[in-house]
């Protein structure tokens, strides 16, 4: 019997799409709705995976769609590896869209490292960067896991806000808060309010009720910023590591950020509206180059009568000052605004002085009441200095052998140079104020890790007075401003210190001057 004829094998019907050109195909896989959707079509069959994979092309178009393009600001940029970072951005999103608190704490170290990307590489004046942050930071999760993760918060915050298990990572989550920019203080649950720390010096009826209450988190910021251990040489007095390098202690900048945030909230509520809220956008003036000079047009026009009045001399230093800000990289002439809080100085030697606490142990909650000072600062560029050299003002500086003494070799990008200032300060309180006027100087330079250092000095009748040192949160330029510490400007152990912070306003000089002398040259 003979067998029956084999079935012909069918020829596959090709696929039309795979029939297009390359040209059209660029242009359908370019209308995904998310760039999560182009992994899943590179898995449909091998001609996508090959048309996908390694397509530079292809995936800078979507990165850009839904992400700020990477700027190349200075020479030796390379351009971005467009395919692993729309990976990892993709990455990031799933982890802050996930519902588990656990999941996201352990991968803090990357949610941070790639949200730092996202705000170093975003546009400073309409960004898709920061637009996506925001909306992702609405969700408390977010919040909790990545914000609230520092040393502070192993005493202060809700249940589900607690400290990571290694410095890095506390360290890690206290620098994205304060880039978050809004001040994180709540109320924690009574079950942790009453492992409080007591003070032994109070009534045992007192020490008892404030045992049971609880604490807002900016108490245990106000207990930071007010412990005078942290003031030590190897940290500059300043929002450093203790051990000399001039690394930022991001957890002291957010103690600082804490403290002054209520202040400033607590001030805005008092004045009935006339002082406008501030620090209520999250990541907001975050990156660098984000400030932008808003110029009054009284402003302009005093300037321009200015001008016309000025004889020949009074030109030439104009046009000297004029010549400095133009070399001048960190945008110091113009006016800023200042904030200072100070605990009242019987208040911050009892705390400190009167009881004795351990060696490396926290001390008590603050819900001691400060005062707040604001000041309108006014700066002119005076000189400036090529990186590394030797001033007044860096008491690291090696004359000998000419270095500062501390190690550059992980630096990254151009070395900026040392910019000098001078200028006064006017108190928006009391006119009265002996300490809120005054002239001031300072300097502007990087640190090792490239973070912009800022110090200044408070002038009174003649003498310094009050020296601070500060970090400009968000880099370069950036519209967040400087937070940092204030001190006695001969580092008296005993104090007084406390926070301060600093943004500026405008780049105009002139608004409420009578003088047509340039500030530095008072």
């Not at 942050?133 to 607690?162: I, K, P, T, Y």
């Not at 000025?310 to 104009?318: E, G, T, V, Y």
């Not at 400190?352 to 009441?369: C, I, L």
């Not at 500086?397 to 151009?414: H, Q, V």
Request: charged share 25%.
């Amino acid at each position: 019997m003979a067998s029956p004829a084999a079935t012909p094998t069918p020829t596959p019907t090709p696929c039309p799409v795979l029939e297009l050109s390359h040209e059209l195909l660029h242009s359908i896989f370019l209308q995904v709705d998310h760039p999560s959707e182009l992994a899943k079509l590179s898995l449909t069959c091998r001609d996508f995976n090959h048309y996908i994979r390694s397509n530079r092309l292809l995936h800078k178009e979507i990165y850009v769609r839904r992400y700020d393009e990477p700027k190349l600001d200075r020479p030796g940029d390379e351009e971005a590896d467009w395919e692993q970072d729309l990976h990892d951005l993709v990455k990031l999103e799933r982890l802050l869209e996930c519902e588990g608190r656990e999941q996201k704490l352990k991968k803090l170290d990357y949610a941070q490292r790639h949200i730092m990307r996202l705000i170093e590489t975003a546009n400073p004046d309409q960004s898709s960067n920061i637009e996506l942050l925001r909306n992702h930071f609405v969700r408390s999760e977010n919040a909790d896991a990545f914000l609230c993760s520092s040393s502070l918060f192993a005493r202060a915050g809700n249940e589900l806000q607690r400290a990571a298990p290694t410095e890095e990572l506390r360290q890690a989550s206290a620098k994205l808060h304060c880039m978050f920019g809004v001040p994180i203080d709540q109320v924690p649950s009574r079950s942790s309010s009453s492992q409080a720390q007591s003070d032994v010096s109070l009534s045992p009826s007192r020490c008892t009720r404030l045992q049971m209450r609880p604490y807002p988190t900016h108490t245990y910021a106000r207990s930071k910023v007010y412990d005078l251990r942290e003031y030590t040489d190897a940290s500059l007095w300043g929002p450093f590591l203790n051990d000399g390098s001039q690394r930022v202690d991001w957890e002291k900048v957010e103690a600082v950020m804490i403290v002054l945030g209520f202040n400033l909230n607590r001030f805005t509520e008092r004045s009935d509206g006339r002082w406008q809220r501030v620090w209520d956008t999250p990541f907001e003036g975050a990156a660098s180059n984000s400030y932008r000079s808003i110029s009054s047009p009284t402003a302009a026009v005093s300037k321009d009568l200015e001008v016309a009045e000025q004889d020949a001399s009074m030109l030439k230093i104009r046009e000297l000052a004029a010549s400095l800000d133009a070399q001048d990289p960190y945008g110091v002439s113009g006016t800023w605004m200042r904030v200072v809080c100070f605990l009242d100085y019987n208040d911050l030697y009892a705390y400190n002085f009167t009881t004795r606490t351990a060696s490396g142990e926290p001390r008590p909650p603050v819900d001691t009441e400060e005062a707040i000072r604001l000041i309108k600062i006014k700066l002119q560029v005076t000189k400036i200095l090529p990186p590394g050299s030797g001033d007044e003002d860096d008491e690291g500086y090696n004359e000998e052998t000419g270095g500062d003494g501390l190690n550059w070799s992980a630096f990254r990008g151009e070395r900026l140079p040392i910019v000098h200032f001078r200028g006064s300060s006017r108190s928006l309180h009391a006119s009265w104020d002996p300490n809120a006027n005054s002239k001031i100087r300072g300097t502007v330079r990087q640190t090792p890790e490239g973070e912009i250092r800022w110090t200044t000095f408070s002038i009174f009748h003649g003498e310094e007075r009050w020296r601070s040192e500060g970090i400009q949160v968000g880099g370069i330029r950036s519209a967040r401003g400087v937070l940092g510490n204030w001190f006695d400007k001969d580092y008296d152990i005993h104090g007084p210190a406390g926070p301060t912070a600093f943004w500026k306003l405008t780049d105009d000089l002139d608004e409420e001057r009578n003088s047509s002398m340039p500030l530095a040259y008072y």
